[in-house]
């Protein structure tokens, strides 16, 4: 059971450049969301989507795009790095019924110098 | 204004020495509030969901209480292995999680 599966585990970037951050569930949740986990700040939601083609933003979702073509994927886009952006980053699904708990990935660990 | 705070931030107990967790909250329109573990570098695991004031869960050593205004997770007789660090989250209306920002438990043998 793989659950929630992200790559890579880690990445060192240079301001400026861009990259993708992935995500893939094999639990068939229609939701899938990504966090972002800094010290002192807790989980912080980045954008969020109910299903595929339907996306949303949430609390902090400035310099992140993101789309869903499939059910399964829900990649994390990085158009220009900035040294802000270094944190740990979560993915997390659900099914959308309420007593349904997000499960998360094992973090991508980014670092913008 | 939706909040979260747990406290308290870091907790060290002897094994065999039972506490409790906080997590207070303000939210409107609360769709259950959700306890996670979360070992260093792994993602949050999740333990409980609790629905209305009153509910209480248990699992193992720990024991989740909910009430109109804060949850408390009861640690009992810890052990080494409960060191990690303890998140709670609420549900809003929609799919919207907000998390505190954890109590990091450790437990001296």
């Known amino acids: 059971n793989a659950g929630v599966t992200q790559t890579p585990k880690f990445q060192v970037l240079k301001t400026g450049q861009s990259m993708t951050l992935q995500c893939a569930q094999d639990?068939?949740?229609?939701?899938m969301s990504w966090y972002r986990q800094d010290p002192g700040m807790g989980l912080r939601l980045i954008h969020y989507s109910v299903g595929a083609g339907i996306t949303d933003q949430g609390e902090v979702p400035n310099g992140y795009n993101v789309s869903r073509s499939t059910t399964e994927d829900f990649p994390l886009r990085l158009l220009s790095a900035a040294p802000s952006q270094t944190s740990v980053y979560f993915c997390a699904s659900s099914y959308v019924r309420l007593d349904s708990p997000l499960h998360f990935g094992n973090g991508t660990r980014l670092t913008v110098t | 204004e939706d909040q979260v705070t747990q406290s308290p931030e870091a907790l060290r107990l002897q094994e065999g020495e039972s506490s409790s967790l906080n997590c207070s909250y303000t939210v409107s329109g609360l769709r259950g509030l959700f306890w996670y573990r979360q070992d260093p570098g792994k993602g949050p695991e999740f333990l409980f969901t609790?629905?209305?004031a009153g509910e209480e869960k248990e699992k193992e050593r720990l024991k989740a209480t909910l009430t109109k205004k804060e949850s408390f997770l009861h640690i009992t007789a810890p052990k080494p292995e409960d060191s990690a660090t303890y998140l709670c989250?609420?549900?809003?209306?929609?799919?919207?999680?907000?998390f505190g920002t954890g109590t990091s438990l450790t437990v001296i043998p």
């Open positions: 639990m068939n949740h229609e939701y």
């Open positions: 609790l629905y209305s």
């Open positions: 989250a609420v549900r809003r209306g929609g799919n919207q999680f907000y």
